[in-house]
């Protein structure tokens, strides 16, 4: 049992993945960001808008117990179009859940393995998560280029 479990150690961390995720989505267009908090509350680990307006909802997951535990993946449906998994190399894939992409990364890049099915999200949602995605942009630009602590305090993610 302790053998089977700990079959799989990954040596890459999850900022690894997700630096590999963001350079993935930036060579195919897309616009990445981390940590985005959508209208139910859910966190996904990447939120990436596309030229065309379409959202990409990403995973990470590194361990094979936090992907097993993971029941919350299905909230993430309705706020994007397309929605992966990111798993390092090495990470047993089979047990990523059909009908989801799929993508493998380390700290230097990725690769889309499995493409995820599209679907369509209501046009009111599809703008409100995109002028959300737009804000949050925003918001983190400015801090990044704020020089004076007071305006880091003004700024409050949702």
């Known amino acids: 049992m302790f ?5 799989f150690l990954s040596t890459e961390t999850a900022g690894d993945v997700a630096r590999g ?3 993935l989505l930036m060579q195919l267009g897309y616009s990445p960001i981390l940590e985005f908090t959508l209208a139910n509350g859910r966190r996904l680990d990447v939120a990436a808008l596309g ?3 379409a ?15 993971d029941v919350k993946w299905p909230e993430y449906l309705e706020f994007c179009e397309h929605f992966y998994f ?8 089979e047990h990523v859940p059909p009908g989801t992409g799929l993508i493998v990364a380390d700290r230097y ?27 949050v942009a925003a918001e983190r630009l400015a801090l990044m280029l704020a020089r004076d602590e007071d305006i880091a305090k003004l700024v409050v993610e949702p």
């Open 3 to 7: 053998q089977s479990a700990m079959a």
């Open 21 to 23: 995720v963001n350079r």
């Open 51 to 53: 030229a065309d307006g």
């Open 55 to 69: 959202m990409l909802g990403i995973e990470i997951k590194v361990a094979l117990a936090d992907l097993r535990a």
């Open 86 to 93: 990111a798993i390092p190399p090495n990470f047993p894939d």
């Open 109 to 135: 890049g990725g690769a889309i393995v499995r493409p995820s099915p599209g679907w369509k999200i209501h046009p009111s949602r599809r703008k409100a998560v995109t002028l959300s995605f737009a804000k």
